[in-house]
């Protein structure tokens, strides 16, 4: 999730999560239909024009559907093939898509990146010789959080901003305090492209998007061309309004993704399959396992929301991050830019995901769904 307006964030999460407990009932005998219901509820009260949503249990597709409308200035509904920005979700992608180059021998999570990339050189010569790609992927660099997004701004390609980056001083020694950094996740995708002899763009696509069957899935903005993707929407004086969708393509890696939840369920039919779908290995299972695995410990801050907290901990993976709920690990990434929230949620264990993507940003409804999901899921409520 990126940082927009802290204040305004805190203050409209703090007055809408309260306002949707009520929403919340024990789930019934048929928990599909009933988190359906919650849905739709939901959306109206948090007014989230609207929403696409995926449910994956037992190795299924249990539920996939599209709620509300994609323009609130026209007709026209969501349904499961409409497309979203994925926002920070797409660093999923860029560390799943790592994941197939390290499986293929070509990139090792813990060897310094100068090996890959050797045109890199850090504001010390400590981060030159010894940053990896695990500590780009866990948030572990010490670049200063929610920092240097205004690099994708000014024109550079992605051999100058890399270049630029020897400038940009960490607050924090390698590996020493979690910070959260676009800019890292943008040398994770350089490093993982090199070494598969790509661009980024081309290897999410031809190693992830084909073999997963995402056809509707893409990595820049102009997806959002498509006659049936949404517009993204923000409250403007009181009102919900369409705004300009953030476009951060050269830096894509970071947060330039597109899909749809139908899409985004398969990805998560694989994470669950322990790296299989529809009968091709897609990944290693020691493979996803290291994506899962806690690299770095986390202090939870104002992206966390309930029930993340300090009794549940909080730590970051290789393009996830991970807490302890209800006796289960918790497998997320969420994600918000300029007119949408998004958020992944998978519980191993449970063999159970949900996707949920919403075309309204500073907005609790993705957290509301994934309170009742939990409590359809481990049977009380988050």
């Given at each position: 999730m990126k940082l927009l307006r802290y204040t305004t964030f805190v203050s409209l999460i703090t007055a809408t999560l309260p306002v949707s407990a009520h929403l919340v009932a024990a789930a019934g005998n048929d928990p599909v239909a009933e988190l359906d219901s919650f849905i739709t509820r939901a959306?109206?009260?948090?007014?989230?024009?609207?929403?696409?949503?995926?449910?994956?249990?037992?190795?299924?597709?249990?539920?996939?559907?599209?709620?509300?409308?994609?323009?609130?200035?026209?007709?026209?509904?969501?349904?499961?093939?409409?497309?979203?920005?994925?926002?920070?979700?797409?660093?999923?992608?860029?560390?799943?898509?790592?994941?197939?180059?390290?499986?293929?021998?070509?990139?090792?999570?813990?060897?310094?990146?100068?090996n890959y990339l050797p045109e890199f050189v850090g504001y010390d010569p400590y981060m030159t010789r010894w940053l990896t790609e695990r500590d780009l992927l866990a948030q572990r660099t010490g670049?200063?959080?929610?920092?240097?997004?205004?690099?994708?701004?000014?024109?550079?390609?992605?051999?100058?901003?890399?270049?630029?980056?020897?400038?940009?001083?960490?607050?924090?020694?390698?590996?020493?305090?979690?910070?959260?950094?676009?800019?890292?996740?943008?040398?994770a995708g350089e490093v993982a492209a090199r070494c598969a002899k790509k661009s980024w763009n081309d290897l999410v696509e031809q190693s992830l998007f084909k073999p997963l069957e995402m056809s509707r899935s893409g990595t820049v903005i102009k997806a959002l061309q498509d006659p049936n993707a949404t517009a993204a929407h923000a409250l403007v004086d009181g009102k919900i309004a369409v705004v300009e969708p953030s476009e951060l393509d050269v830096t894509g890696a970071a947060s330039s993704g597109t899909s749809t939840a139908a899409d985004v369920s398969k990805l998560m039919l694989m994470f669950l399959n322990k790296g299989m779908y529809n009968e091709k290995r897609i990944l290693k299972p020691g493979t996803i396992e290291e994506i899962f695995k806690r690299s770095m410990v986390s202090a939870i801050d104002f992206t966390d929301l309930p029930p993340i907290s300090d009794k549940t901990g909080f730590y970051y993976g290789l393009g996830v991050g991970s807490y302890d709920y209800a006796g289960h690990q918790i497998i997320e990434k969420g994600g918000a830019l300029a007119g949408v929230r998004t958020i992944i949620v998978l519980v191993p264990d449970k063999d159970a995901g949900i996707v949920i993507l919403a075309n309204l940003n500073l907005t609790a409804f993705p957290e509301a769904v994934r309170a009742y999901f939990f409590e359809s899921t481990f049977g009380h409520r988050a």
């Open positions: 959306l109206k009260e948090f007014q989230v024009p609207g929403a696409a949503v995926a449910v994956v249990r037992d190795g299924k597709v249990a539920l996939v559907k599209g709620y509300g409308v994609r323009d609130v200035t026209k007709a026209g509904a969501v349904d499961e093939n409409t497309i979203f920005q994925l926002a920070s979700v797409t660093k999923t992608l860029t560390a799943t898509a790592a994941a197939t180059v390290v499986d293929q021998g070509k990139l090792d999570w813990d060897k310094p990146i100068f670049w200063p959080a929610f920092t240097g997004d205004q690099l994708d701004s000014f024109g550079y390609d992605r051999a100058e901003i890399l270049w630029r980056l020897r400038f940009f001083k960490p607050r924090y020694s390698l590996r020493e305090v979690a910070q959260y950094s676009n800019p890292g996740f943008f040398v």
